[in-house]
């Protein structure tokens, strides 16, 4: 059932039932009230013929001694005066000497021929005065009263009904031009609705709308982006590695066989092109990430250098101890995060010079911090000042060095997506430094001191494991 024929529906039967009800209540009062009138005019009616009885002159009661005296009479009222020997002193009808007689003092219901009466029987100075209506004038009356007070009752039901509905149609109308104008938009077209003429009641509702929209078309660019990113990048890796391929089917000996190293190296290459662009997808859209984990501050820094510096032949200096923080973020996506800042530094660092690692705590000095901010700092030959706000762009690649220009974008992305941050620095000895800043879990950690040790004994472990 629709919206509106609900609406109508609910609130046209509640109209309904609540005038039902007033107007019987108000029939019954009407009722009671008509009858209650008519008898105490009843009444008023014998009390005034026993006060123009008690003024008659002596003459008038002769007469009565002969004949009863005759009263005019009056449409659908009847009376009959008694003496107190039950002699009919005066009368309106000869013919109701039944309905008129003496009986109990009130009234009372009489019924002669079919016809039934109201009569009112009252006593004064001796006379007896019995006053009657037909109740078939009484009802006739009453049906009168009752149509002239109905009909104006059907008229307010009527024009109410036809008032409510002019109202949940006009009403439900803003609802109705939404539906037209989402039935009549392109399926292309992901614009904000227009919002202007909404009444308050169903401004969520276009706003949760409008949300869901940009959500929509965020997640077409994304999908857009990534098609052309992987499109562009893609193209040049397979057209080298087939090159290749080609070459060593034509060529023999230590041709074929470089040609084949170089194609391998354009299958790695391509492999690390596509894993980043789906990792940086996932990072960038609202894939959840699975936290069975818990994500320890130097698990991930021990797990990132391992990534980025497989056969640990670098020359990394760690300046802090590292505490035993959980991060608010995946396990995964930190280790990421790290590692593609550490691996940029080895690349573009000069090997002479230690690789600096550090931790600072926001705010300082408090335990457990709402941040840490991980260092990572090379002494290469850094960038122009113009260039650093390039450093997180998709494919960004210094003419020097050569890679997939994502490792920085995946590590913007992550840090947008957790509310962390990424800062790059140029100190003034050269080279250049990138602060990484990752959100903390509230839960209190246990702090180790001498945690800084835990980086250089696993890296001991792994070289004793390997021999």
Request: with cysteine.
């Amino acid at each position: 059932m629709s919206l509106r024929a609900r609406l109508l529906l609910t609130l046209g039967v509640t109209l309904m039932l609540l005038w039902s009800l007033a107007a019987a209540w108000l029939m019954r009062d009407l009722e009671e009230q008509f009858v209650a009138t008519l008898d105490q005019r009843l009444a008023q009616s014998a009390r005034m013929v026993s006060g123009l009885m008690a003024q008659l002159p002596e003459e008038a009661w002769l007469q009565a001694d002969q004949r009863a005296l005759s009263i005019p009479p009056i449409e659908g009222l009847a009376c009959q005066v008694h003496s107190p020997r039950g002699e009919i002193l005066a009368r309106t009808h000869t013919d109701l000497e039944n309905i008129l007689r003496v009986g109990e003092r009130g009234h009372s219901y009489r019924e002669a021929d079919g016809v039934t009466w109201r009569v009112f029987v009252y006593e004064r100075d001796g006379l007896t005065i019995t006053t009657a209506d037909r109740m078939d004038e009484r009802n006739r009356l009453l049906r009168d009263v009752i149509k002239v007070a109905v009909v104006p009752f059907l008229v307010a039901l009527l024009g109410s009904l036809v008032a409510l509905w002019f109202g949940v149609v006009r009403g439900l109308a803003p609802l109705d031009r939404l539906r037209e104008s989402l039935a009549q938009r392109h399926p292309d077209a992901l614009e904000a609705v227009a919002v202007s003429g909404v009444p308050s009641e169903i401004r969520p509702l276009v706003d949760s709308l409008n949300g869901l929209l940009a959500r929509l078309n965020a997640a077409f660019i994304r999908e857009q982006r990534f098609t052309n990113d992987a499109a562009h990048e893609l193209r040049t890796p397979l057209t080298a590695t087939r090159t290749h391929l080609q070459v060593a089917q034509r060529v023999e000996g230590p041709a074929a066989k470089a040609a084949m190293v170089h194609a391998e190296q354009g299958v790695v290459r391509l492999s690390r092109t596509l894993d980043q662009l789906l990792l940086l997808a996932r990072v960038e859209g609202r894939v959840d990430f699975e936290a069975g984990e818990p994500c320890r501050l130097r698990e991930v820094f021990t797990l990132a250098l391992q990534d980025a510096d497989p056969t640990g032949k670098a020359d990394v200096e760690l300046l802090d101890n590292l505490p035993e923080w959980e991060l608010a973020v995946p396990r995964e996506l930190a280790i990421t995060a790290l590692r593609n800042l550490i691996e940029n530094a080895l690349r573009h660092g000069v090997s002479a010079r230690p690789l600096v690692l550090g931790v600072d705590t926001v705010p300082a000095g408090v335990q457990p911090p709402t941040s840490v901010t991980f260092r990572v700092r090379d002494h290469g030959t850094g960038v122009e000042a113009e260039a650093l706000g390039q450093l997180t762009g998709r494919f960004w690649r210094t003419s020097k060095h050569q890679g997939s220009g994502l490792g920085l974008a995946i590590v913007a992305a992550i840090v947008e997506r957790f509310g962390g941050g990424l800062q790059f620095v140029r100190p003034d000895d050269g080279g250049l430094e990138a602060r990484l800043t990752l959100p903390v879990k509230r839960r209190q950690e246990v702090w180790h001191p001498q945690a800084g040790s835990v980086l250089q004994g696993m890296q001991n472990n792994d070289e004793s494991d390997a021999k």
